[in-house]
């Protein structure tokens, strides 16, 4: 599960500074101490429930917003988790073997969503987050395999609860850095007490190999220190 202080704590931030409020001029309108509206914000305690509706009136936003974003995606990410290690389960009985190595899941921060959103000229709200972002949930799905990734992606394509919307085989057309993997978007039905919601969850499915190669190549652009001369003679030497 996901660290649901330090998510609310970095999204009552980001609230915070779209309202042109510094953490000071919240704690004061709050009638807090400093101290403790930072390590809400820092994600090292809750806010009790009066205190988070004291927050949510001040910041112009129903509690509800908060949280909304983390839930739904966190259980779209929950949902294909499970069918995949229902399909992993199912290979080992049948054939004796695991086509999937690991499983990673992310949600991303409340500062990417909102940076994203900034750069694509959005509104930077929840409504507009889930309206124009399909990247929000992501799932990481590491095979032994080539073959193996192309019988992940045809079951999760096939699944009657799932619905494909992108796909992008990096496998087939690498990327001009030599950067391998298999890119798909599928909308996840999620049912809530109050009806059923659509979440995108981007899943990129890779072997430990192509993983390898994609976090050291990762790991040089950081070494780069952002020169893109760097970067690029770097990965030169990475692809050889």
Not at 24 to 41: C, F, Q, R, V
Not at 128 to 147: E, F, K
Request: proline share 5%; glycine share 4%; net charge neutral.
């Amino acid at each position: 599960m996901y660290d649901t202080k330090k998510y609310l704590g970095a999204r009552i931030q980001e609230i915070r500074k779209l309202n042109g409020l510094k953490q000071s001029e919240l704690a004061e309108l709050l009638d807090i101490d400093p101290k403790h509206m930072s390590k809400i914000e820092c994600g090292r305690c809750f806010p009790s429930f009066e205190l988070l509706d004291k927050i949510a009136t001040k910041l112009g936003r129903p509690v509800s917003s908060f949280l909304e974003l983390e839930h739904l995606y966190d259980s779209a990410i929950e949902l294909v988790k499970t069918q995949l290690n229902i399909f992993d389960n199912e290979f080992s009985m049948r054939f004796q073997r695991n086509p999937i190595h690991n499983i990673e899941s992310r949600i991303k921060t409340p500062q990417s969503i909102v940076g994203k959103l900034q750069r694509k000229g959005m509104p930077v709200t929840p409504e507009s987050a889930r309206n124009n972002l399909t990247d929000i949930a992501g799932v990481r799905v590491i095979c032994c395999y080539i073959d193996d990734i192309y019988a992940i992606a045809d079951l999760l394509t096939d699944h009657s609860a799932f619905q494909l919307r992108k796909i992008k085989d990096y496998i087939k057309n690498p990327k001009p850095n030599g950067y391998r993997s298999f890119h798909m978007i599928l909308d996840v039905p999620v049912y809530m007490s109050n009806g059923k919601e659509i979440a995108p969850v981007e899943i990129q499915i890779r072997t430990i190999a192509m993983d390898f190669w994609a976090s050291l190549e990762h790991q040089l652009h950081y070494k780069s220190t952002g020169d893109p001369k760097i970067a690029a003679s770097l990965t030169g030497e990475l692809k050889e």
